[in-house]
T-cell receptor
């Protein structure tokens, strides 16, 4: 059974709309992350959260807003969608800090913006 | 500044042949190093990791990597590849601030 659930698996949106990408992890981890993968960038770190608090934000645009309603949830809200936002978005989790700990990834949400 | 370089965007090997995927890093401190693999249409999975000690670390599915401080390298190897090893492989460095620096990935193609 997958321990990190991302929903939906595929998502098609129109330019200017808003979408929420869901991520839930059942590994008991206290740190969660969002990454983006596209043809332009193989893997791009976006956000990290620890104990539901934002630790690091490498996303320049405020259109991307993580939301953590529970310790094991880290959703990603994207507003005013643009075609350039088309990518696969991966959620990941780990225990404590990253230096020695393994990242566990979800299967991703593939977003296409038309 | 710290960085990770995977010089080969694509590597093609025949099934049963040996494999080496190259990874060079730049980091002034003691690096924590990882190799992750991404199979087609899936998320990433850890192959192996190095913290300290024996410079050759064993991973899953017969993979190993060798850390070399003098060469600033962490190359991934496998003695005999299988078609199921076709994937994208990422070399990753973790610094003292828990920041992960990702390589650009190497796509491994296995010829029958």
């Amino acid at each position: 059974d997958p321990k990190i659930i991302q929903k939906p698996k595929y998502l098609v949106a129109v330019t200017g709309s808003e979408k929420i990408l869901i991520c839930e992890q059942y590994l008991g981890h206290n740190a969660m992350y969002w990454y983006r993968q596209s043809a332009k960038k193989p893997l791009e770190f976006m956000f990290s959260y620890s104990y539901q608090k934002l630790m690091d934000n490498q996303t320049a645009s405020s259109r991307f807003q993580p939301q953590s309603s529970k310790k094991n949830h880290l959703d990603l809200q994207i507003t005013a969608l643009k075609p350039d936002d088309s990518a696969t978005y991966f959620c990941a989790s780990s225990q404590e800090g990253l230096s020695q700990n393994t990242l566990y990834f979800g299967a991703g949400t593939r977003l296409s913006v038309l | 500044a710290q960085s990770v370089t995977q010089p080969d965007a694509r590597v093609t090997v025949s099934e049963g042949a040996s494999l080496q995927l190259r990874c060079k890093y730049s980091y002034s401190g003691t690096p924590y190093l990882f190799w992750y693999v991404q199979y087609p249409r899936q998320g990433l999975q850890l192959l192996l990791k190095y913290y300290s000690g024996d410079p050759v670390v064993q991973g899953v599915n017969g993979f190993e990597a060798e850390f070399s401080k003098s060469n600033s390298s962490f190359h991934l190897r496998k003695a005999s590849v299988h078609w199921s090893d076709s994937a994208v492989y990422f070399c990753v460095l973790s610094d003292s601030n828990y920041q992960l620096i990702w390589g650009s990935g190497t796509k491994l193609i296995i010829k029958p």
